[in-house]
Each structure stands twice: as C-alpha cells, then as structure tokens.
Nanobody, 124 residues
Framework: QVQLVESGGGLVQAGGSLRLSCAAS????????MGWFRRAQEKEREFVAG????????HYGDSVKGRFTISRDDAKRTVYLQMTSMKPEDTAVYYC?????????????????WGQGTQVTVSS
C-alpha cells in the first residue's frame, strides 16, 4: 500500500521558517510528480507547490511565491517544502500529494495519492 507521510509541522512565529518533509513508500517515486497543498480552517484546499519527476520544473501558488521552495530527493523517497518568511495566513494543514505520470517535466494538475497532513501554525 502506497503511503505518503508528512512531518515537520509545528508552531512558528511570523517571519520564521519551517521545513516539511513527505516520506513516500513508493519504490519508484521517481515516476511520480509531487505536490504540496494546504487547507486552512473553513477554507478550500489550496495548491502550494508542485515539482516534476525530474525536479527541474517547479510551480508555486501566488501566495507563497518567493517564500516557499519545493524539492525532492528520490534516493530518500522524500519531498520537502522549505517555508520562509512565514505569515499567520500560512496557518493550515499541509498535505503532500503524488501523481504517477509518464512526463518527466510536467507539473501535475491532479493528484491521486494523498498524505494525512501536518499542522502548521504561524503566530503573529
């Protein structure tokens, strides 16, 4: 059974940084485009960042551009989300997602596999 397990969430002050990790129990994780999403209380799920299979292409939601960085280490089967200059509006549950794709360069716009999420809280 494929699993995505997020970690690294917690409480941080505004202006601070956190790094989220997503450990994937996927043997061939290199065949998957990966992404991060978030859902704040009483709001819809929001796309945060995506990365292609090759890692060469990334895409970010407008609200996090220039502050967050997605990366992947396929040898460790792990995807990361480095978050800097954090704001209270970044408070949400963050989810890792994966999508099998034949394209090494495309950012996926739909994801079939999801983790359980990790809470991130930014205090003002």
């Amino acid at each position: 059974q494929v699993q995505l397990v997020e970690s690294g969430g917690g409480l941080v002050q505004a202006g601070g940084s956190l790094r989220l990790s997503c450990a994937a129990s996927i043997v061939t994780v290199s065949n998957y485009a990966m992404g991060w999403f978030r859902r704040a209380q009483e709001k819809e799920r929001e796309f945060v960042a995506g990365i292609s299979r090759s890692g060469a292409n990334t895409h970010y939601g407008d609200s996090v551009k220039g502050r967050f960085t997605i990366s992947r280490d396929d040898a460790k089967r792990t995807v990361y989300l480095q978050m800097t200059s954090m704001k209270p509006e970044d408070t949400a549950v963050y989810y890792c997602a994966a999508h099998f794709t034949l394209s090494r360069t495309a950012i996926s716009d739909s994801y079939a596999l999801w983790g359980q999420g990790t809470q991130v809280t930014v205090s003002s």
